[in-house]
DNA sequence: CTGTGGGGTATGGTCTGACCATATTGTGGT
DNA sequence: ACCACAATATGGTCAGACCATACCCCACAG
């Protein structure tokens, strides 16, 4: 007989075959966000496994963003289907990051090439985007408060860009960009406290929007582009890739501009 | 006193807390890729909780792609620091696509964008990037094969368009695509059932091949964005977003082109 | 010397049954 | 009508046991 071709045998794990059931059970009942879960011992028991392992299948439904348990009594109690299933990435990101396999720069490029893209889309259609454009608007003029926290810009400058990945209308680029942004709070923090000053980040924010306003799909990335550049300046240095082996010169590039 | 402004005190679990200082433990140890946790039995000593609790942690964790548990003894045991902290996100994505929260419009729109950006990346500079264009050439070949089934075909392809990826260099980009392959998986073979001859897109894996080897920017992009249209005629009809209700005409674009 | 078989043992996986804290519901008394 | 309190259902936690697995090591046979 031959020597390769064989693999391990699959153990599967009873919470395994357990969050299978429930997964099944979600899709086939059609259960929507705020719909609840049969309880621990009822589903104990019907599955005929202990209650730890229906625990154990909870937990993980719980990390994956899908369920949320609350104790005591009630029709609200127990396993809730959940409607936030962004927060699982963002603790999923926010670990990669502490695990240190993802670099700033990285994260950066990233924003840059969807953020420019997403602008360039609102761009070429802005008067289906008034909801948008008025989150925009709101968080411009926040971030203009006189004597604001960096926390807090952050918070608004969040909100602002995350209004025009909104505005593409792409909801997995939307879902990414948020648990980005959550999981790189801090060290936007420290970014703008390093920047010591605003004034630029909120002009670049003005020309940014009325671009979109206005429909020039050109200009809005380029703005987008020239804002990011400003946020981080130690990343886009005259020093060609300093740090980064291959790749990631993202800005004198852009086929045909 | 006022009525508003309070929130539940934070009920923390026990298993939160293990989580927590298990993360701790990590990052302050250094621990990388390979090294061994400690055992379920003396975790749950040294934190005076119940193996329950640890246990849980531990599914957590094992769910967020961090540690990998095995049976058995010997120092390859146990709870395993993982190399491979994509596969929680692949789980993530399946989740989110299975709740239908996400369309393939998104998806596909997605990927036009950032392979499209890593191929013009990688054709910047095709001498640094040797083992990825060996990697793509391999999967060229392994997708010529005669009488190939769309499952195989599908693992090419998706090893081919993965290789562009890594090029560019972006880990976040890498691991995000990764994980967005591996949950659309079984749709990428109905597509190409549908598609019934895969002559096409394989000319078009050439022209991408070829152009990110010469170095051709401009023509490494345009390669990607027409492939795409070829592998999903149905998203790209010509009735202009017929089921996007805003946004998303991913190629008549491209400022100054 | 080799190697081969088997016992010892540490590991995760599972189960049982109990108790606790919490939050709703029902009920009885005022 | 209102309020206090018991009943109850929920998740959270624990202790202790047993199982299957896979490695380690040593004695024994060749």
Sequence with gaps: MSDAGWRPVRRTRTFEEVLAQIEERIE???LAPGDRLPGERRLAEQLQVSRASVREAMRVLETLGVVSSTVGRGPD??????????????DLLRLHLRLSSLSMRDIIDTRLMVERWSAEHAARHPDRHGAELAAMERALERMERPGLPPEEFVEDDTAFHLAIVQASGNRLLTA????????????AVEAIVRLGDT???????????EAIKAGDTAEAGRAVADHLVHAYPELFGGSPSSSAPHGACPLDEEPGR
């Design 28 to 30: 086939a009942d059609g």
């Design 77 to 90: 109690a127990g396993a809730v289907l959940t409607a936030r299933p962004g927060s699982a990435l963002t």
């Design 176 to 187: 990414v960009m948020q648990a980005l942004r959550d999981s790189v709070r801090r060290y």
């Design 199 to 209: 004034a630029i980040l909120r002009r670049d924010h003005r020309r940014i929007f």
